[in-house]
């Protein structure tokens, strides 16, 4: 797809420590936290930074505070005024359309090098007060809060939590969870093969921070010269799932109470399950154990043209070689990913045999059992095989590192980068993700020779 142009090259790369929410990182911005990964970016290639070309930041929870982060990141960063730089939103794929968007303007002759990633601060998303201005009570804050008692009756304003009201597709209607559990039910993906999948993504993760995997790419978030957290939160809060795996089985279901039943689950979202309807014999199977969490983080990497790179003396960990974004429906959200990799695949015609590692977004343990099984149903690839090999997430993935949406994508690059530079016989790495309204997206990448 690219190469008869230019070689894209990723150089160095960093990620925060992931903040749980509400947790560690709840007074850190979502533009401080990637002003700091410019930053360390910077000071680890050693590059002078009028170098820099253009800055490209996803980010999710977008505010009115922050308007352009991707500038205001810059500028806090440090870079030059000269900088490009934009906002990037196409939900938990935006850390990976960042780097493909840099990417197409090296392609393009735009620039050379650009510092691509996500940033997400999911603790401080905002609560939204929604109406027309012509209302009374919005025409001002000082009118705002004198009719505030009454605000919550007024019939044409709403009071949104912009966090839960993210999470919920508004063409399909169902939210991110839902999804799961269609996906779930549709291909009979048991609680007990998630729980199990989850467990081992905790395991792995855990004996990746042990032997130091994450230590070449995980900066602390510092504040005032002091450490504000040094390393991933969630997977030390949770350390009970590492050590006692049975506790999985305790999670209640989230589809499946006196509240809302599955039958019920079935009788709103039925339409959905395609191939399937309600008996008594179906369980519900999405806890909040085998669900990644919600998370506070940035991540950024240099993305260059392979003669600049050299140019600039830069060490360089990958050479870009194919991506794709393929959507499907926003119901089935979580199989996205098996459609944008074939497709990222196809378009360098690249059997999926010759991939040597894969690292996938684990939005939920069903979503990623069901990538699994879409792939070898459609196309007999064995993503089942290269987990149990540890090629697939070998470090573990989102269910145990968190999810701060935006920058989940670049995340995942930093660790497929990473995975295969610890694979003496890797050369080829796929990394892929799941996102909000059906859309997947992949990217492919060669370990560059030492």
């Known amino acids: 797809m690219i190469g008869k142009t230019k070689k894209i090259v990723l150089c160095t790369g960093v990620r925060t420590a992931i903040g749980h929410l509400s947790k560690s990182l709840i007074h850190e911005s979502p533009e401080d936290l990637m002003a700091s990964v410019i930053r360390e970016i ?16 996803g980010w999710v929870g977008q505010g009115s505070h922050a308007p352009n982060i991707a500038r205001i990141a810059a500028l806090k960063g440090r870079l030059a005024e000269k900088v490009q730089a934009y906002t990037v939103q196409a939900n938990c794929v935006s850390g990976m359309e960042a780097i493909s968007s840099a990417a197409r303007h090296i392609i393009l002759g735009e620039g050379e090098l ?9 603790s401080t998303f905002p609560y939204a007060i929604r109406g027309p201005r012509s209302v009374k009570a919005l025409r001002s804050t000082e009118m705002l809060k004198a009719e505030w008692a009454n ?24 939210n991110m969870a839902a999804t799961a559990e269609v996906c779930a039910q549709m291909f009979d993906i048991t ?31 510092m504040k005032a010269g002091a450490a504000v957290l040094k390393t991933d939160e969630y997977i030390e809060l949770r350390s009970s799932l590492v050590e006692k795996p049975e506790m999985f089985k305790k999670a209640p279901v989230l589809f499946d109470s006196e509240a809302f039943s599955l039958k019920e689950f079935y009788e709103k979202f039925g339409e959905f399950i395609v191939g399937k309807t309600y008996d008594e014999t179906k369980q519900a199977t999405i806890t909040l154990f085998n669900a990644c969490a919600r998370s506070d983080g940035a991540a950024g990497i240099i993305v260059a043209s392979e003669e600049k790179a050299k140019e600039l003396g ?83 993935g989102s269910i ?36 909000s309204g059906g859309l997947g997206g992949a990217m492919i990448i060669e370990k560059y020779p030492a």
């Open 314 to 396: 830069l060490e360089i960990l990958a050479e870009v070689k194919s991506w794709a974004f393929y959507g499907v429906n926003p119901a089935h959200m979580g199989i996205g990913p098996a459609y944008a990799s074939k497709a990222a695949l196809d378009r360098i015609q690249l059997p999926f045999d010759s991939i040597d590692n894969i690292e996938v977004h684990e939005a939920f343990a069903a979503t990623t059992l069901s990538i699994f099984e879409v792939a070898r149903r459609e196309w007999k690839q064995d993503w089942f095989a290269l987990n149990d090999q540890k090629r697939l997430n070998p470090n573990g």
């Open 42 to 57: 910077v000071k680890r290639a050693k590059i002078d930074p009028n170098v820099v070309d253009g800055v490209l930041v």
């Open 151 to 174: 605000l919550w009756d007024n019939p044409d304003v709403q009071i949104t939590d912009t966090m839960e009201e993210g999470l919920v597709d508004p063409v399909k209607h169902l």
């Open 400 to 435: 145990p590192l968190g999810h701060p949406l935006a920058a989940t994508g670049t995340r995942i690059i930093l660790n497929l980068i990473h995975a295969l530079r610890a694979n003496p016989t890797g050369k080829l790495g796929l990394a892929t993700a799941c996102a």
């Open 114 to 122: 650009y510092i691509a990633g996500g940033t997400e601060s999911m």
């Open 191 to 221: 609680r007990e093969q998630q729980d199990k999948y989850a467990a081992e993504s905790f395991r792995r993760c855990a004996e990746g921070h042990k032997n130091g995997f994450y230590n070449s790419h995980v900066m602390p978030v």
